[in-house]
């Protein structure tokens, strides 16, 4: 009998409870099924307790990571047990099961699932327990936990905000759960980048946990563990460890050896372990987590899996593939098995794989695995995810190692573009994407577009992090190495020893990115500078390094010998280079299975073999290695062209050219076929071709080919390089023996002059180019002067024999050639007396010209010289220049008649001007509002346009310096014409320019996706054979329209570069300049009405300067110029300006502000509060006095917007005539303390910090843009205008923006062309407006447009003009309404085309300043302009209409505290685009629809804080047939309901507009009877609603006719009338949804019935285009869920079952069926 006692059932339930949170599972389960089985015998299967013990089983399974066991439980609860519950849809168990499967599919990465069941359970626990409830916290915070795993950063900071903001009210400061907040808000700012902020909310955490439990415990250990995680985002490991190793000692005191959490710390430290390359420790932590793990749980566990995954990632990172892969398995097979196909985990293990395969170059293994994970994200988390970037970068790097570059780039480009959309620029993963896309246009020595890709990934890691970061290191590595390949030596040592420094200092000597910079610096010093010791020494550094870190058998230890024999392999040392070949070979043999490096080291011991003269040993090396090759990649490979090329060298160097010849041609094939033309690899084998020829005396096919390899190497090198000196000295050799000696000369001084500029005049090289033009002028006669060249290769070689030993072969070969022409070089001394200390001072035989003439042409070449430097200078700058943003707005609002002009006035100039006006539209002749720039520091009044110049200008002077470039005042400055690149390359190639400048480069970035889509890429002849002519016609006019657009590029580049090159002398101290900071200030009209026409001039980015008259009292109704009173108060007024200004911006961060030394914290956007008519007040006591009383009230009244406030407490005297020098002196004393007050926030504001760079080209573009405004004959613009490309007008799309961008070269990417126009728009230079088809429109001159917008809005009758302008303005003011006519008649006045009258109509729709009525096809069009009737006009009449009782819709005042007007009057403008019929009247804030289906009206009518909303239908006589038009009016409230309908509207028009509060939930209201109050309705979404309720205010039960009238409760119905119910209540098929939804999204064919749901009028036209947009079809069926769940009548769902029943298919006509069923069985079962 014991076992039938409650009591003990409970006991049981608590220990279980106690033994989960100890991980002492199998006791917690064994006493959880006692608890259950006793009562479910006594009690139940559904009672309340049996329900909570299940739950308590489904956490045993969810602390055990056994998500799919917990699901089960889960499900049974929701489907069999929770609907016996009474009121289950409002329930607590409810709440925590939804929370609980949220909990389960998190971990299996069902994120949608996770998120709907969360905020299922926050709603649940808002409705039951209200917002201030521990519950609601955890419930937000798990909310949170799913947007950070979507990468929705900012819903999920709002979320954990939210409940860090409960939790400390709630709990106070000192509260586990105020912990878990600042954890997960610290999480966001870690993935956000923002570490001080992360450290600060995981210290605050911390700081908590350590007050609440000591240091011993296990939220102590998780504290540090999570700081340890953020030390390890910065690459700070050695403070990452010190954190890990803290949370170890602590979860070992509290749980011992063998806990879960003790397991996970070990495999942190060895992830850092990992990370800082201490392979050996990595491995013994991973281990140790594993077998806790494995003694804890079974091996089916999800942390097991994670174990094995990390201990395959460092094998992989060993190269111990076998373990590594063996490892990963496992994990996979795992993570199949308790997740199935679709978890990220899943793709995760897909991905490590792949990366395997790829180490192993098995390319098409591992494509499969990236393809798996690339599936598995896009179905788990759409385009828009890191991870699916992630998938696109892995599938990039696969291409990129086959060489199939075109498809690399364009999985790159789609992974950078994915990583914009999400991070915008400044990100780390938006850099690695550059320096991927970097690294193919390094593989195809595209070394100009490879080093602008690095050079922009380094800005990005700068900007993000400092110098001491270990991606910052790699961006400074891979510059190096493109320098290097460019020959530009001190650059490439430079940025080598930038890098290798950073390693050091974060890594120490021992790791694997250390040895690799040594090895990229022994590359510069053996290839590049010959210096083969210094070689040498970096190399064995590497070795040594990489053999403490992976043993001998490492593909890196591999690679290092192979340098190693290299360097010996240079000096000739052919004994000591061959066994370091033959050790690398082994351990790639040893490493790889089939690998193309091992068929690369059978490539170096055969050179070995061919200069050892062993041609048949170095054939079989090459023949292996070539049948390797073509086994691994096939025939068409770049590793199979080099094998015959090798082939070729051995038969060439045997004299065999018939051999040798094919085995070229071979390699030239395979290298077309495969690269651009323009290629290193192509060069190589026209070279060697031309070799070939040359020796069989075809000297002009040698020479042609020659020539083809000169042009690729000019292009890729530029004329600077070791290659290009080598092919001049071959075409001289071939021109020699052609007897043209002077062409011979030309090519052989040249190449000595290219080695002379890299190596210096002794580089060993140059002995040989000196012999061989001594001997052609020898042949020619010219004794002397070949006796001075010989005389200068002995030079050379005797200082090479003395100075570098490693030589001596070589030069004993060449002292061998040498010694045949000594007795020519003693004969010319003996005949002509020439000493051997004597000898020309030049090479070259010129003609002597005069010192002037010199000096002439040296200034010439100088400012040639500057031209060009400063052309490179304007080109860098504008790409990369990017400094501190220079602009804000600063805007003065109000309400009317409070002196905001005037204060402005003596804002800018300490005095008014008698003949100011007031701010009236109507009455200003030329502005609508006045725009004046000054400088924050000084206080000057300035030019915006010049402004824009000396930036501009500053930045390019700043380039200008840093390049070296001449000083045009210094008449001593050298020019080094070799060391300057040519400003234009030939290109070889018939169809694309011949002439193509290096600033076009930046061009071709953007071209390359759209040249590789529209036309083929031609490789081979073969390619143009099967070529269409019309597809190359095609290709030649699309590279007609290149070459012309590049010419554009070229044209504007230089025009610009020479006007700012003009302006110089204007620009001083550079530096100054770009930091200099301007305020553009704006005085808003402030009428209320004009708060929906201010909408395109608000800015979030600005300060505002709100001002109040200090004689008013806040509850006075505002008083007009006139003297007449508004129906507004000034605290409604205010309350207009706080919430439109407030509202629109999104940030919820805070900034601290010092001023005055008072430090404080804000939030954005900061609103300044200025008091005016202080002249009207008594004294400044009573002033002060009557400033505190008025923020007293604001703070009173409007609390949320204090953080948002600075009070000033400055009151300025406005009255004009009072010129006094004390009011002088007082007004001078306000506008110091303000100027005082500016600068303390612009200093703290983020986006006028220096992290917010803004592109110089932005402030170019800008200046351009002025050209719409500018004089046309103004002369500084005129080369501008003379330009025909380009083409700026008033009105632009976007596509205008960025056809001119790219024209003139300023063109980065669709994202950054609209942050442009976004800022351009938010510092006020411009309107862009984004409309819905993504062309945006852009007004570029402001004023222009400002005075249309006056014209058609005006407030005051016209005094004279035109009758028919002067009669619509009179129709607006008594109806609302405007013509169409109207509108055009002012648009043509202001000579605006049809075309732009079309745009502007569009851009005034859009911002809801006007709305069409009706359609196109109607006699008269008009629009619809609410804001504009006239206040005493029309009074709503009644008189002859049935009339509901008011149900009023708005929000909770802690939420949001006020509806502006501007926020009603779209909302009036989306309801008639609903219902849009001519039949629709205008009142005085008040608009009634008229319903022609449903024969009733809609009034919306605009009262204080909140909308209200009647209905109203013809009053019939009792002769009258009525129930056809009563039932329409019914069915319309009942189940049309469009009170539902407007509050829906009203929440997307809130959250679009109002992002501030975008979570505010609207609610409808009530007005209480007794105290007249309103009163919001709680659970307005279930309708059997009693009409009796509490007033919240007064607390009375009063009976509200409202909810009768709107709610329309099953016993109520319109008054007199008797109508048959439905069969089905709506309630009891939302039930009924609600049960079978999952069923629902995967039966219902959505998109198959989608019409037939259109023509039974369920769904609208714009829902079925909205779900057929829908890419993924189940979105499409989710969305159809919502619509019929929430927004239809009964009789739609029942026409909707009948649809399913009429299916063809069985299982859809079962499901309509069961639908309508389960809706029966809920109504009986309640009866």
Request: hydrophobic letters at 35%; proline letters at 2%; aromatic letters at 10%.
């Amino acid at each position: 009998n014991s076992h039938d006692n409650l009591d003990l059932a409970d006991s049981y339930h608590f220990m279980s409870m106690i033994y989960c949170i100890q991980h002492q599972f199998e006791k917690s389960y064994s006493n959880c099924l006692q608890a259950l089985n006793i009562r479910e015998k006594l009690l139940g299967t559904t009672a309340i307790k049996a329900i909570q013990s299940c739950l308590v089983q489904v956490k045993i399974y969810l602390s055990q990571a056994k998500w799919n066991e917990a699901l089960t439980i889960l499900d049974e609860c929701r489907f069999m047990k929770l609907p016996t519950l009474s009121n289950r849809d409002n329930h607590f168990l409810t709440a925590t099961v939804y929370n609980d499967i949220g909990t389960t599919y998190y971990h299996l990465s069902r994120y949608k699932e996770a998120l709907s069941s969360h905020q299922m359970a926050l709603k649940i626990q808002l409705q039951l327990l209200g917002n201030n409830h521990s519950y609601a916290a955890l419930s937000y915070y798990n909310v949170g936990n799913v947007f950070r795993k979507q990468s929705k950063y900012e819903q999920a900071l709002s979320m954990y905000q939210k409940s860090l903001t409960i939790a400390s009210k709630v709990f106070g400061e000192n509260h586990i759960y105020v912990a878990d907040s600042s954890n997960g808000i610290g999480h966001i700012y870690r993935m956000q980048l923002k570490y001080d902020q992360c450290i600060s909310m995981f210290q605050n955490s911390l700081k908590i946990v350590l007050n609440l439990f000591g240091e011993s415990h296990f939220r102590v250990a998780k504290s540090y563990c999570t700081l340890g995680k953020a030390y390890n985002a910065q690459f700070k490991y050695d403070l990452a460890l010190s954190m890990h190793q803290k949370s170890l000692t602590t979860a070992l005191q509290v749980f011992g050896n063998n806990h879960r959490f003790v397991a996970a710390v070990y495999s942190r430290i060895g992830v850092v372990n990992h990370l800082q390359s201490k392979y050996d420790q990595a491995l013994e932590m991973l281990n140790k987590s594993l077998n806790i793990r494995l003694s804890l749980f079974s091996d089916r566990n999800s942390t097991v899996a994670s174990s094995y995954y990390n201990i395959a990632n460092v094998y992989s990172r060993q190269q111990k593939f076998d373990e590594a892969f063996s490892n990963h398995l496992k994990s996979l097979n795992i993570r199949l098995e308790l997740f199935g196909d679709n978890h990220a985990d899943v793709a995760s293990s897909y991905d490590a794989m792949g990366v395997i395969y790829l180490y192993q170059r098995k390319h098409h293994k591992a494509l499969s695995m990236h393809r798996n994970s690339l599936k598995i994200r896009l179905k788990l988390f759409g385009d828009d995810h890191p991870d699916v970037a992630m998938s696109y970068n892995n599938l990039g790097n696969n291409f990129s190692d086959q060489f199939k570059y075109d498809e690399a780039m364009q999985m790159h480009q789609k992974s950078l573009k994915i990583r914009r959309r999400l991070f915008g620029l400044n990100h780390p993963d938006v850099a690695t994407s550059y320096n991927n896309i970097g690294n193919i246009y390094c593989y195809q020595s595209i070394n100009a577009m490879a080093l602008l890709m690095f050079q922009k990934s380094l800005i990005i890691r700068l900007y993000l992090y400092n110098e001491d970061n270990a991606n910052t290191a790699a961006s400074y590595n891979n510059i190096g190495n493109v320098y290097s390949e460019q020959f530009m030596t001190d650059q490439a040592l430079s940025m080598l020893q930038k890098s290798l420094e950073i390693r050091l200092n974060l890594f120490g000597e021992h790791h694997a990115a250390v040895a690799k910079s040594y090895a990229n610096l022994g590359n510069v010093y053996s290839k590049n500078l010959s210096n083969y010791d210094q070689a040498l020494y970096m190399y064995k550094k590497a070795l040594t390094i990489q053999l403490n870190l992976f043993g001998e058998n490492h593909a890196d230890v591999a690679n290092s010998y192979s340098n190693l024999a290299n360097i010996y392999y240079y000096q000739w040392k052919y004994a000591q280079a061959l066994p370091l070949y033959e050790k690398s070979l082994k351990i790639r043999r040893n490493v790889f299975e089939d690998h193309s490096r091992i068929a690369v080291s059978y490539n170096h011991i055969g050179k070995i073999y061919c200069n050892q003269l062993k041609y048949a040993e170095a054939l079989s090396m090459y023949q292996i290695s070539l049948e390797s090759q073509i086994k691994l990649l096939g025939n068409t490979h770049c590793h199979v062209a080099d094998s015959y090329d090798n082939i070729g060298n051995v038969y060439y160097d045997q004299s065999k050219y018939d051999k040798a010849l094919p085995m070229y041609q071979r390699s030239l094939d395979i290298r077309s076929h495969l690269f651009d033309l323009n290629h290193p690899d192509i060069a190589t084998s026209y070279n060697n071709i031309a070799n070939v020829y040359s020796n069989q005396s075809m000297f002009d096919e040698a020479l042609s080919m020659y020539q083809r390899s000169l042009n690729i190497r000019l292009k890729l090198f530029n004329s600077n390089h070791p290659d290009v000196a080598v092919l001049y000295h071959s075409m001289g050799n071939t021109y020699k023996r052609q007897y043209k000696y002077n062409q011979a000369l030309e090519s052989y001084q040249t190449a000595v002059n290219i080695y002379i500029s890299l190596f210096g005049e002794n580089a060993l090289k140059l002995s040989t180019f000196y012999g061989d033009i001594a001997m052609i002028y020898q042949e020619q006669g010219k004794h002397n002067e070949a006796a001075t060249i010989f005389q200068k290769s002995n030079d050379i070689i005797t200082k090479n024999n003395e100075s570098n030993t490693r030589h001596e072969k070589v030069i004993n070969q060449l002292l061998q050639a040498n010694d045949s022409h000594q007795d020519i070089l003693q004969n010319q001394i003996e005949d002509n007396g020439i000493s051997q200390s004597e000898s020309p001072q030049d090479l070259h035989v010129e003609d002597k010209v005069t010192s002037d003439a010199t000096a002439s042409n040296d200034d010439k070449q100088r400012q040639v010289m500057e031209e060009k430097d400063y052309f490179n200078a304007y080109n860098k700058a504008s790409q990369d220049g990017m400094y501190t943003n220079a602009f804000i707005r600063i805007i003065f609002a109000g309400p009317p008649n409070v002196g905001k002009t005037s204060i402005r006035k003596i804002f800018t100039e300490l005095g008014l001007s008698t003949e100011s006006s007031p701010t009236l539209i109507a009455e200003i002749s030329d502005k609508m509002f006045d725009i004046i720039t000054y400088n924050i520091v000084d206080c000057t009044k300035c030019d915006f346009r010049k402004i824009l110049n000396r930036k501009i200008i500053a930045a390019i002077e700043l380039f200008f310096q840093s390049t070296g470039a001449i000083d045009p005042s210094s008449t001593q400055a050298e020019v080094i014409e070799d060391q300057v690149a040519p400003e234009y390359i030939t290109i070889d190639d018939d169809n694309i320019p011949t002439r193509l400048s290096y600033q076009q480069l930046e061009h071709f970035e953007r071209l390359h996706d759209e040249l590789t889509i529209q036309s083929p890429t031609i490789k081979s002849y073969a390619d143009i054979s099967n070529t269409s002519s019309d597809n190359l016609t095609d290709m030649n006019e699309a590279l007609t329209d290149q070459s012309t657009q590049n010419s554009n590029v070229d044209q504007f580049k230089a025009t610009i570069s020479r006007l700012y090159q003009q302006l110089r002398s204007e620009v001083h101290n550079q530096t100054q300049i770009l930091n200099q900071q301007f305020g553009k200030l704006l005085d808003f009209g402030g009428q209320p009405i004009y708060h929906i026409t201010h909408r395109p001039f608000m800015s979030a980015n600005s300060i505002y300067i709100l001002v109040f008259n200090i004689t008013q009292d806040i509850h006075q109704p505002v008083q007009t110029r006139d003297g007449h009173s508004i129906n507004m108060t000034y605290l409604e007024v205010m309350q207009e300006w706080l919430t439109s200004i407030i509202g629109g911006n999104n940030s919820r961060s805070k900034i601290e502000v010092t001023i005055d030394n008072d430090t404080a914290e804000y939030s954005l956007p900061i609103i300044i509060l200025v008091a005016s008519h202080g002249d009207c007040v008594e004294n400044e006591e009573v002033a002060i006095d009557k400033f505190i009383k008025f923020e007293e009230s604001l703070a009173l009244h409007l609390p949320i917007y204090q953080d948002n406030i600075y009070s000033s407490r400055i009151i300025f005297n406005g009255n004009e005539k009072d010129k006094t020098d004390k009011t002088q002196d007082h007004r001078r004393k306000c506008c110091k303390k303000l100027h005082s007050i500016f600068q303390g926030f612009v200093k703290s504001l983020p986006f006028m910090s220096r992290n917010y760079g803004i592109p110089i080209r932005w402030y170019i573009i800008a200046a351009m843009l002025h050209l719409a405004v500018e004089d046309e004959n103004s002369d500084d613009i005129k080369p501008l205008r003379q330009m025909q490309f380009i083409n700026i007008n008033k009105i632009m799309k976007l596509s205008d923006i960025q056809d001119l961008t790219i024209k003139c070269g300023l063109y980065e990417s669709d994202d950054e062309l609209r942050d442009m126009l976004l800022y351009l728009h938010d510092i006020g230079e411009i309107i862009f407006c984004q409309v819905a088809d993504s062309n945006g429109i852009i007004i570029t001159d402001v004023n222009w447009f400002l005075k249309i917008l006056r014209d058609i809005i005006q407030l005051h009758p016209p005094k004279a003009g035109h009758l028919g302008t002067i009669s619509g303005y009179r129709e607006v003011n008594r109806t609302g309404k405007m013509s169409r006519d109207y509108i055009k008649k002012i648009l043509t006045k202001h000579r605006v085309i049809e075309d732009n009258q079309l745009i502007i109509l569009e851009l005034l729709e859009n911002y809801d300043i006007i709305c069409k009525i009706g359609s196109e096809n109607e006699a008269k069009i008009e629009y619809f302009a609410p804001y504009l009737l006239h206040p005493e006009v029309n009074q709503l009449d009644l008189s002859k209409f049935n009339i509901s009782d008011k149900l009023y819709i708005g929000y909770k005042h802690e939420e949001f505290p006020y509806i502006p007007d501007g926020i009603f009057y779209c909302l009036l403008t989306s309801c008639l685009k609903e219902w849009n019929n001519s039949k629709v009247e205008l009142y005085h804030q008040c608009v009634k629809y008229f319903l022609m289906e449903d024969y009733h009206y809609i009034i919306i009518k605009k009262e204080k804080s909140h909308i209200s909303l009647q209905y109203c239908y013809q009053k019939f006589d009792q002769s009258q047939s009525a129930s056809k038009f009563i039932n329409a009016v019914e069915n319309s409230i009942k189940n049309k309901r469009p009170h539902d309908l407007i509050k829906k509207k009203l929440s997307e028009i809130v959250k679009s507009r109002m992002s501030k509060f975008q979570l505010a939930c609207g609610l409808y209201y009530v007005e209480c009877t007794e105290c007249r109050a309103l009163t919001h309705i709680e659970n307005n979404e279930n309708y059997n609603f009693t009409n009796e309720l509490p007033c919240r205010n007064c607390c009375m039960i009063f009976k509200s006719k409202s909810i009768l009238d709107w709610m329309m409760p099953k016993e109520k119905s319109l008054p007199g009338l008797d109508i048959q119910r439905p069969e089905i209540l709506y309630s009891q098929f939302q039930n009924a949804l609600d049960v079978y939804w999952e069923k629902f999204v995967r039966i219902v064919p959505t998109h198959e019935i989608l019409y037939v749901l259109k023509f039974e009028r369920i769904l609208s036209d714009r829902e079925v285009a909205e779900i057929k947009n829908y890419s993924d079809k189940s979105e499409g069926t989710y969305r159809l869920f919502d619509i019929l769940r929430n927004h239809r009548c009964v009789n739609d769902l029942q026409k909707f079952c009948q649809i399913l029943q009429a299916n063809e298919v069985e299982t859809v006509q079962q499901f309509g069926k069961e639908l309508v069923s389960r809706a029966k069985n809920i109504k009986l079962h309640r009866q």
